[in-house]
């Protein structure tokens, strides 16, 4: 099991919206056998392939291997197909296996009966195989996911752990944080590139500057964190090292041009220069203290990314609306720059007085957004470069 020629059905999971710059991550990690369904990015891979795909992918959320696929429609064919799979190809006999579950559309609607079932079945093919009568679960974890859709199931097992987006350098949390899976998001659907000026005037704890500089540099997010699958057998450690090697290889030297972070709140940029220093990073990003409308700057063709506060999750309505006549106001002034917001009040558009050139929609957790996109004038070479995303 621990070959690294095993040919493996995987899925990378992501937030709605985001599919698409999934599914390019991978093509550039070299996995083109892909299929793209709702949040998911199903691709073909080795072991080492679980190894790349954490340590690599920004916008992901987890990295599974998919071990099975039928329809059930009751109780009892959920729990015979379930048994049927050769769980002890990857859970040993002292592996923990949690069940998390989810049914949309089926009539197998109870979630939480669906992960006893699929919990015991599990149970009762791992006891058969080990001659055993009890499993203790002491050991690695193999977190084990039963999905329902219109009937059908998939039965999966999560490499990642936690998050990809908990890349280790975010131990404090402000108020409202953006996903880091999010924040890298934002930054790989702009136009910006390291030649060209930054400003988050919004930044809160710094996360969208420091994807950007991670982004620049070509650092992997999941260098400073291990996961679920770290500690599994069937992937030697010969191979996470092998894949942690090459990304240590591939980092790029800091850039000279310094990225711009600013936000009202002095003790929530004490929390970004703490994550910047966390992430390696505190020499690429200044951060000050500044209201937005005191922006200005004497650079051309820079870019604006930010997540405002929205009325719905914190702050005054009157005062976020407030804020966003003033962006539209600085934008005047800035006419060479590209602006990239996400937002979820549908009249942001006439707020800033302007039409977007492109809207994306995207989820910051579970609220519905738009990610609005007002590019300016392409700039003159080396600044310019042709954007990977759309």
């Not at 793209?36 to 073909?44: C, E, P, Y």
């Not at 350098?169 to 996903?179: E, H, I, M, S, V």
Request: proline share 6%; with cysteine.
């Amino acid at each position: 099991m621990n070959s690294s020629t095993q040919d493996l059905q995987l899925v990378a999971t992501s937030t709605f919206g985001l599919e698409a710059v999934v599914s390019r991550e991978l093509t550039a990690l070299g996995y083109t056998d892909q299929r793209t369904l709702d949040g998911r990015v199903f691709f073909r891979g080795d072991v080492a392939a679980i190894c790349r795909a954490n340590l690599w992918l920004r916008c992901a959320d987890r990295v599974e291997i998919v071990f099975g696929q039928f329809p059930a429609r009751d109780f009892g064919e959920l729990f015979d197909r379930t048994t049927e799979l050769p769980w002890e190809q990857w859970i040993p006999r002292d592996g923990q296996f949690p069940v998390d579950g989810r049914s949309v559309k089926s009539q197998l609607h109870s979630v939480p009966d669906c992960q006893r079932i699929v919990k015991k079945a599990i149970v009762e093919r791992l006891k058969k195989v080990y001659g055993v009568n009890w499993l203790d679960e002491s050991g690695a974890t193999y977190g084990v996911e039963v999905a329902l859709l219109k009937d059908d199931v998939s039965l999966t097992i999560n490499t990642s752990g936690p998050g990809l987006h908990r890349r280790g350098y975010r131990r404090l949390n402000a108020k409202a944080p953006l996903r880091e899976t999010l924040a890298a998001a934002l930054v790989k659907l702009s136009v910006w590139n390291a030649e060209r000026p930054f400003i988050d005037p919004c930044c809160g704890s710094g996360t969208i500057p420091i994807e950007a500089v991670l982004i620049a540099r070509n650092i992997a997010p999941g260098l400073r964190r291990e996961f679920a699958a770290s500690n599994w057998r069937q992937i030697g450690a010969a191979e996470w090292q092998e894949a942690r090697a090459e990304a240590m290889d591939l980092v790029q030297p800091a850039s000279p041009n310094v990225l711009v972070g600013t936000d009202i709140d002095a003790s929530v940029l004490e929390l970004a220069r703490f994550h910047a220093r966390q992430a390696g990073v505190e020499n690429s990003i200044h951060f000050q203290q500044r209201r937005c409308e005191e922006f200005s700057s004497p650079r051309s063709y820079g870019c604006w990314i930010t997540n405002p506060p929205y009325g719905e999750r914190m702050g005054d309505a009157r005062d976020v609306e407030r804020l966003y006549r003033t962006m539209g106001d600085l934008w005047d002034k800035l006419d060479t720059w590209s602006f990239f917001v996400i937002a979820a009040d549908p009249d942001f558009e006439h707020l800033v007085r302007r039409p977007a050139t492109r809207r994306r929609k995207l989820y910051n957790g579970n609220l519905a957004c738009t990610y609005y996109q007002f590019l300016g004038p392409r700039p003159p070479l080396p600044l310019a470069k042709t954007s990977e995303e759309s």
